[in-house]
T-cell receptor, first 114, second 117 residues
Framework: GEKVEQHESTLSVREGDSAVINCTYT??????FPWYKQEAGKSLHFVID?????DRKQSQRLIVLLDKKAKRFSLHITATQPEDSAIYFC?????????????FGIGTRVLVRP | NAGVIQTPRHKVTGKGQEATLWCEPI?????VFWYRQTIVQGLEFLTY????????DSGMPKERFSAQMPNQSHSTLKIQSTQPQDSAVYLC???????????????FGPGTRLTVL
């Protein structure tokens, strides 16, 4: 089944700088890659996703890049603000199985310093 | 829209006791997922229902864990004879189906933090 590896466990950036989180996946059939954010003491909420028919997607200050050849996707948080401090999870659907259950990376804790 | 509702938010049980966790998905959502979150293992898939039918329980520890969805408005996860290693945050998520295709986007509840002493 699909395995998702999230490469940065923690990231500390200065406010206004960019934060980049990288993930790799194993299943070449994967076609959908969402990102979730978990703020302290709260549950996960969806922030952005990318499908395999494109290699770049932007939503406000968030950019997702997809490199299908390398089986890698990344989240770029630009012009970081204190409210960006959270744990970010990458995910991919578990292929070769029924339904849209997700397999998640281990999470990256992002700290935005003033 | 109240979002996905999970109760209780916190539960403490003694070793060997039973724990039942409740989830109310977003109205109109046809799929319900259960995940478990721990520091060591991260987020792990447990089980999944679509239109109340169990679709995939491949992540469920077989012996003591069970899940049901008796109607479209709630699902339960039951853990019998709880063990300390069951301590985790149990997350429920729901997603909708549109145009004959399921949406990948999942909406998560606040979770139930289970502590087994």
């Amino acid at each position: 089944g699909e395995k998702v590896e999230q490469h940065e466990s923690t990231l500390s950036v200065r406010e206004g700088d960019s934060a980049v989180i990288n993930c790799t996946y194993t299943d070449t059939a994967s076609s959908y890659f969402p990102w979730y954010k978990q703020e302290a003491g709260k549950s996960l909420h969806f922030v952005i996703d990318i499908r395999s028919n494109v290699d770049r997607k932007q939503s406000q200050r968030l950019i997702v890049l997809l490199d299908k050849k390398a089986k890698r996707f990344s989240l770029h948080i630009t012009a970081t603000q204190p409210e960006d401090s959270a744990i970010y999870f990458c995910a991919a659907p578990m292929t070769n199985s029924a339904g849209n259950k997700l397999t998640f990376g281990i999470g990256t804790r992002v700290l935005v310093r003033p | 829209n109240a979002g996905v509702i999970q109760t209780p938010r916190h539960k403490v049980t003694g070793k060997g006791q039973e724990a039942t966790l409740w989830c109310e998905p977003i109205s109109g959502h046809s799929a319900v997922f259960w995940y478990r979150q721990t520091i060591v293992q991260g987020l792990e898939f447990l089980t999944y229902f679509r239109n109340q039918a169990p679709i995939d329980d491949s992540g469920m520890p077989k012996e003591r864990f069970s899940a049901q969805m008796p109607n479209q408005s709630h699902s339960t996860l039951k853990i019998q004879s709880t063990q300390p290693q069951d301590s985790a945050v149990y997350l429920c998520a729901s997603s909708f189906r549109t145009g004959g295709r399921s949406s990948y986007e999942q909406y998560f509840g606040p979770g139930t933090r289970l502590t087994v002493l």
